[in-house]
Nanobody
Framework: QLQASGGGLVQAGGSLNLSCAVF????????MGWFRQAPGKERDGIGF????????YYADSVKGRFTISRDNAKNAVYLQIDSLKPEDTAVYYC???????????????WGQGTQVTVSS
């Protein structure tokens, strides 16, 4: 089970730190991905982290503003979003799988999502 949290309403230029807690599963040796889905759009892969070695990969569109990290002791991953823009408004999801991928279909277990709304 995955549980995402930390979303909210923020002004453009602000920051948010989203959390994803993993319950009931072995945290290591997985890939944890972050995704977002804006209204009327497909779910889009932001990036992912290898929970074993901490290596990360990001979509070009978010490099420099988004940072994924993990805390293996807490079975949690985080998504730090800086310099928020109105176009970042979406439901943000975390997911876990065994493939290094940004494609939603490659992930097996999903959290329920957390809403991020950025006002201009």
């Amino acid at each position: 089970q995955l549980q995402a949290s930390g979303g909210g309403l923020v002004q453009a230029g602000g920051s948010l730190n989203l959390s994803c807690a993993v319950f009931g599963r072995t945290f290591s040796k997985h890939f944890m991905g972050w995704f977002r889905q804006a209204p009327g759009k497909e779910r889009d892969g932001i990036g992912f982290i290898n929970t074993s070695d901490g290596n990360t990969y990001y979509a070009d569109s978010v490099k420099g503003r988004f940072t994924i990290s993990r805390d293996n002791a807490k079975n949690a991953v985080y998504l730090q979003i800086d310099s928020l823009k109105p176009e970042d408004t979406a439901v943000y999801y975390c997911a876990t799988g065994w493939i290094a991928s940004r494609r939603p279909g490659d992930y097996v277990y999903w959290g329920q999502g957390t809403q991020v709304t950025v006002s201009s």
